[in-house]
């Protein structure tokens, strides 16, 4: 195991990591530091939780000069990423003094403009970026180095276009690093369209699998939120994420656990900022034990002792299966995956269960007492979609 310094990076970074409390480089930083700062572009397969902002911030930072114009530009998926993002470039960069600025939607435009006509560093949602750019707020012609974080995230959310955009009025002669959980054939077509020989690195996989326990209780429909409240009041449990595939669930299942006497809180997209921003705060100062979330707010956040993940709804794909699981099982500590099926699951779950790399052993479901809950509050044109289509199934 090498040090940071032997790694190559600069001594004001050092001093910033050492401050920090990080002793040793992850297995991302070491593979990838030496190369990013050498100036090669680089496509890192890495998941969130690895330590991969400090190894393409220390570029970032060595790079940028201060008071020259945008210097670096870090894309990322969520605005919860881009907040953490940014906050850690600022806490690394504090003996270069650079000024790094996150700009998202779902907040006021105009500090954000009134910002960046001092910044050295851009960190960003794509949508965002665009707007500043159409708006001439934003000059990405100085631009030295471009990260795309989460890159497989962006695609997901159909970002393609947009970053395709941004990355169009940047240098030709940039480096480009490119991060993503996944490299897929979409991930490769933008590195070749958008890269200049990239070098492909990837990390073991930061869960360790043989303290990752997986496992599925299959119950009646009406059992299924009293299954949850029994785990959760029953098992020793650290920090805990319950995944839910609707924003409308999320607000359900919260608000019935927090009635239950369960300290929950829920995190999803149709939030707005400070309440997310919020919520997170009460989780990470240990206010709230559970967290229950949606995958695309979920997505970015760096959350350390999860020790239960909980899939009240079942995703639909593999993918998203795995990326909820990586929340727990890291840096050597335990972890469960319990998913609860009611009939609505098995479809979901049947996908899942195509992807030969996934084990999950069924559970023998405990005897739960039926708890009465209040019946989630669904639109009109919901319950005029419901009603046709019940009707339509009676007519065959």
């Keep these: 195991m090498k040090t940071f310094r032997e790694l190559g990076v600069i001594e004001p970074i050092l001093k910033s ?21 050498s100036g090669t572009d680089v496509i890192a397969g890495s998941a969130t939780g690895s330590g991969k902002t400090l190894a393409f911030a220390c570029a970032v930072i060595e790079k940028v000069e201060q008071g020259k ?9 969520t605005r919860e990423l881009a907040e953490q993002v940014s906050n850690s470039i600022s806490n690394f960069s504090r003996y270069k003094k650079l000024r790094v600025t996150p700009i998202y939607g779902g907040v006021s435009i105009s500090p954000q403009m009134e910002r960046l ?16 750019m ?62 200049r020989n990239p070098v492909i690195l990837k990390a ?50 919260a608000r019935n656990l927090q009635k239950q006497g369960i300290p929950a809180m829920a995190i999803h997209g149709g939030l707005t900022q400070a309440r997310r921003t919020h919520t997170m705060d009460k989780f990470h100062e240990g206010k709230a034990g559970v967290l229950v979330c949606t995958d695309v707010a979920a997505r970015g956040l760096h959350i350390e002792n999860v020790s239960h993940v909980y899939n009240y709804d079942i995703p639909k794909e593999s993918k998203q299966y795995i ?24 479809e979901n779950f049947d996908r899942v269960l195509r992807d030969s790399s996934i084990n999950i052993k069924k559970g023998e479901t405990p005897n739960v007492e039926k708890l009465f809950i209040a019946t989630p509050i669904i639109s009109r044109n919901q319950r005029n979609s419901f009603n046709n289509n019940r009707f339509r199934r009676s007519r065959r």
Excluded: W
């Design 323 to 346: 990326h909820r699981i990586g929340r727990t099982a890291r840096a050597g500590n335990e972890g469960r995956a319990i998913s609860i099926l009611a009939e609505r699951d098995y």
């Design 117 to 132: 006509r001092t910044t050295d560093v851009v960190v960003g949602t794509p949508g965002r970026v665009l707007d500043h």
């Design 17 to 37: 990591i050492e401050e920090e409390g990080f002793n040793e480089p992850t297995e991302i930083q070491e593979k990838t530091i030496p190369i990013i700062l």
């Design 204 to 253: 073991e996989s930061y869960v360790d699998p043989s303290k990752l326990h997986q496992v599925y209780y299959q119950v009646p429909t009406n059992l299924k939120f009293s299954l949850l409240v029994h785990f959760l009041k029953n098992e020793v449990t650290g920090l805990v994420m319950v995944f839910c595939n609707t924003q409308r669930i999320t607000d359900f299942i």
């Design 134 to 195: 159409s708006r001439r707020t934003l000059n990405l012609s100085k631009v030295k180095i471009v990260v795309l974080d989460e890159a497989d995230r962006m695609l997901d959310m159909g970002f393609i276009d947009d970053v395709g955009n941004i990355l169009g009025e940047c240098p030709r002669d940039r480096q480009t690093l490119l991060y993503s959980a996944t490299i897929s054939g979409d991930i490769k077509g933008l590195a070749h369209k958008y890269m």
């Design 69 to 77: 114009g945008v210097q670096a530009i870090i894309l990322t998926p």
